[in-house]
């Protein structure tokens, strides 16, 4: 069964300390994304990336870094983290190529920042 | 401009009934992809239909259908007898062909299915 993993599905970190999401995928998919998601506002783009250590910012980058130094983990870096970065984050996976290739997400990471 | 547009942030529907979820697209690029996505409460996204711009029928898959209006760049997504199970959000994304990998979503649409 293909899976993007999340390393975990609730965090409660404190306020500036720095924090990793991992994401793994088993796909062999190119292109990864960080997306947060809040009430009222969807998902947002966090970063994205198309290749082994290639990144591209998305619409929200303030505030986070990300790595992908294999092909089948990337993984988001909040460099210290303040409460306004409480939310879900989704990590999702997907094929280059064709526009019929859809998203794989993985199952979620509620970060809560106190 | 939005390149999807949810106009519903909440529905309700009677169990055993039919619903409509909106969703507008704006794209000049010729080729491209829509989708929906259930979330539950566990937060998980989960797949459920594919529409393809060039595709001539309207995507189906079981109880679910998209109700694909190109012209007036609409994909409406149709869930017929509708379950308690059904309760989630529910997100219209697109996939350009052109502008390669990135997805556009909505900002969802919150079912709720009423016993």
């Known amino acids: 069964d293909v899976k993007v993993t999340q390393s975990s599905r609730y965090l409660v970190k404190r306020t500036g300390e720095k924090v990793f999401l991992e994401c793994v995928q088993d796909m062999d998919h190119e292109n990864m994304f960080w997306y947060r998601q809040d009430p009222g506002l969807g998902l947002r783009l966090i970063y994205f990336?198309?290749?082994?250590?290639?990144?591209e910012k998305g619409d929200i980058p303030e505030g986070y870094s990300v790595s992908r130094e294999k092909k089948e983990r990337f993984s988001l870096i909040l460099e210290s983290a303040s409460t306004n970065q409480t939310s879900m984050y989704l990590c999702?996976?997907?094929?280059?190529?064709?526009?019929?290739?859809?998203?794989?997400f993985g199952s979620g990471t509620r970060l809560t920042v106190v | 401009a939005q390149k999807i547009t949810q106009t519903q942030p909440g529905m309700f529907v009677q169990e055993k009934e039919a619903v409509t979820l909106d969703c507008t697209y704006d794209?000049?690029?010729?080729?491209?992809?829509l989708f929906w996505y259930k979330q539950p409460s566990s937060g998980e996204m989960i797949f459920l239909i594919y529409?393809?711009?060039?595709?001539?029928q309207n995507a189906t898959e079981g109880r679910y259908s998209l109700n694909f209006q190109k012209a007036r760049k609409s994909a409406n997504l149709v869930i017929s007898a509708s379950q308690l199970g059904d309760s989630a959000m529910y997100f219209c994304?697109?996939?350009?062909?052109?502008?390669?990998?990135?997805?556009?979503f909505g900002t969802g649409t919150s079912l709720t299915v009423i016993p």
């Open positions: 994304a697109m996939r350009e062909g052109s502008t390669g990998n990135q997805f556009y």
């Open positions: 529409q393809g711009s060039y595709d001539q």
């Open positions: 794209t000049s690029d010729p080729s491209y992809g």
């Open positions: 999702a996976s997907s094929l280059s190529g064709r526009e019929s290739y859809g998203y794989t």
């Open positions: 990336s198309y290749d082994v250590k290639m990144k």
